[in-house]
């Protein structure tokens, strides 16, 4: 399964509950507001880092050159892909669940 | 691969109506099908032709209509989400006594039953929203 999350972490809970419910060998990619979850140094940090010793993580870079970020401050082993490798993501995991 | 589009929120209040045509123009680029393409809730806003974005802002609605007239998209909006926010087309405008309709080119108005028939036929429905 590929979860998709446009939510902030400090805004509301949706990748908390993604992060706890997502199954090994899922995927999760962080996209729009989602991004903010891929700084490092947040408190929400530990638990990505618990989540990619089973999901791969994801974060869609043109949201986060958008948003003032670069690869330097993303949290090592979320790999940022363009729009083009989003949908490829969506051909590899089936159902694309939507955390809105 | 096939795709089922669903957008939910409208243009320039939220990201999700971008999120949703630069994943669709991806899509289209490397050959993929686009089944459809629904606007429901407020998505149905991307559908006005009326919208005057100032010049160096990106004009979603012409975007949206630009890419359905080169790769043939069915671009469908919600009818009773559309009657509720004023987006009409010629027959509808006519129908409700109205003065004029605003429906954008390459938009088309009709039921709930074109997205379960989207959610049916594509491989993949991938949903934008708030």
Redesign the interface.
Known sequence: MLH?V?KSPFDRNSLQSCLRLAQPNDAILM???GIYAAFKGTVIENDIQTTLSKCKMYVLK??FEARGMNEGNVIPGIQSV???E???L??QY???Q?W? | MKFGILVNEGPYQHQASDSAYHFTKAALEKGHEIFRVFFYHDGVNNGTRLTVPPQDDRNVINRWSELAKQYNLDLVVCIAAAQRRGILDENEAKRQGKDAYNLADGFRISGLGQLIEAGIQSDRLIVFGD
């Open positions: 998709i446009n996209y729009e507001d043109p949201d363009s729009y083009s989003f949908v490829d969506t051909v089936s159902p694309v939507a809105l």
